[in-house]
């Protein structure tokens, strides 16, 4: 299992490299490496699975868009098991994700701007759609399921690993659309691979509840070790992105993961934090103290202003919404905004899709959530602690879930690929950990 392992490692380190110098790569670089993919897949598919877990946050849009699209061509050009993926595609929380992305649709297709809003609509939500059911139909063994969470929390310390890079060798200060320059001077935050520190942290709570449930399944103190050591890599990197409302849902996922798991890791943990701290910069302080004093900061009070123009526009649009597309939104916006308070979304994922959808999308998007949180409950009575591994990643599936919704209150967290396609993997991660649960229930005792 080490030399596998190993093995990944070495796969993601040269797709890191890839992916930091493709911006300069030809477009044959990009044919080369699909090249390569396909022919990986076309071997056997679940490796074309973990090759995407460890591009995903290394490889940009297009060729990550590449890898899904081919997965989707292997399925129909090589012999599958049609019946038992069928079968994995019938339960509740499938049904609750086909249901939102459906009123999704109806959206983009009611919008003023069609064409924008079908556009993001196909390159987001159905691409990430598509990705969903993939992973359901595909990951049909817990090997399968082990190896790709492995995958994924493998690129998750890479990437962490070059963000705690930039922050000691490459950031000299952080941008002031990112911090409040008056109230935390000289505090930087890193961002990583991705587009700005919020939706860097956002990627790493997703990940960061599996890679802590592991830690206590792995049955080898090897692999116990090389799971602590990322999930310090993939915390550390997320408190050096100085996001608060990721602070608070890496607070709030580990304390639930931790508690499912032994009660007496809470405590211990609680212990710990108490006594960091003591130890921490005045910055930091300052800037958590803000969490509870939202306007002694100017990016909290600015979220503050979008929220006090959201309630009216739920009001005068809560029954179809005013539209996907973001252009709509900025002139509808602009007739709500205080004085000089623009904004490109609403940093809140629950009033932006009342406000662009309307109370059909809110109402289904916490029935989704609520599906998430039940299937996995679910899995857990009736694995009823037959498979450690499955119980192990239904409880960080839980916390994982629990942390975006939480991360969602103060930020649009579906604005970007990679925390796009990171959602709907979490979310079939815990559709197919219910799949494998409820086939081993209807095999019959020998």
């Known amino acids: 299992m080490t030399k596998t392992r190993l093995l990944m490692a070495l796969v993601a380190g040269v797709l890191l490299a890839t992916g930091i110098a493709q911006y300069k790569i030809a477009m044959a670089g990009e044919f080369v490496l699909m090249g390569a993919f396909l022919a990986i897949t076309l071997y056997r598919t679940e490796y074309g699975l973990y090759l995407f877990a460890l591009s995903l946050p290394i ?39 086909f249901l939102f992305v459906a009123i999704l649709l109806v959206t983009a297709l009611t919008s003023v701007n069609v064409v924008e809003s079908l556009t993001q609509f196909l390159l987001y939500y159905f691409v990430s759609f598509v990705l969903y059911l993939l992973l359901v ?36 200060y952080t941008k002031a659309a ?111 103290q803000t969490i509870v004093k939202p306007k002694t900061d100017s990016s909290s009070d600015f979220r503050l202003q979008i929220w006090k123009a959201a309630v009216p526009m739920v009001k005068d649009y809560w029954v179809t919404g005013i539209g996907s597309d973001l252009t709509t939104f900025k002139k509808v916006y602009a007739d709500y905004m205080m004085p000089g308070v623009r904004a490109n979304h609403l940093h809140n994922i629950y009033l932006m899709n009342f406000v662009t959808g309307g109370i059909l999308t809110i109402l289904l998007l916490f029935y989704m959530f609520y599906q998430s949180l039940r299937t996995a409950v679910v899995t857990l009575f009736i694995n009823d602690k037959k498979d450690r591994l499955l119980s192990y990643v239904v409880k960080g599936g839980i916390a994982a879930v629990i942390a975006i919704g939480t991360a969602g209150l103060t930020e649009d967290v579906w604005h970007q690929y990679r925390v796009d396609f990171m959602f709907w993997i979490v979310l079939a991660i815990l559709s197919a950990a219910y799949n494998l649960a409820r086939a081993r229930e209807e095999q019959p005792e020998k």
């Not at 690993?161 to 930039?166: C, D, K, S």
């Not at 990112?178 to 520190?197: H, L, Y």
């Not at 992105?241 to 609680?270: D, H, K, P, Q, Y």
Request: proline share 2%; hydrophobic share 60%.
């Open 59 to 97: 490889l940009t849009y297009r060729p990550l868009l590449a890898l899904i699209l081919l997965l989707v061509l292997i399925l129909f050009v090589t012999k599958q098991n049609y019946a038992q993926m069928k079968a994995n595609l019938k339960n509740h929380l499938n049904l609750a994700v």
């Open 137 to 172: 139909m595909k990951v049909d063994s817990r090997d399968v399921l082990y190896r790709f969470i492995v995958c994924l929390i493998i690129s998750a310390s890479l990437v962490s690993l070059y963000g705690i890079y930039q922050y000691f060798f490459t950031i000299d």
């Open 178 to 288: 990112w911090i409040d320059v008056s109230k935390n001077e000289g505090a930087k935050r890193i961002w990583a691979t991705f587009e700005n520190p919020n939706l860097f942290v956002q990627y790493l709570i997703m990940i960061l509840p599996f890679n802590f449930a592991l830690i206590f399944y792995a049955k080898t103190w090897g692999n116990r070790i090389l799971f602590s050591l990322q999930f310090v890599l993939i915390a550390l990197a997320a408190f050096l992105t100085l996001s608060r409302g990721g602070w608070v849902a890496m607070f709030v996922a580990l304390v639930i993961v931790a508690t499912m798991i032994n009660r007496r890791l809470l405590v211990i943990g609680l212990i710990a934090a108490a006594i960091s701290v003591n130890y921490l910069p005045d910055s930091i302080i300052d800037r958590i």
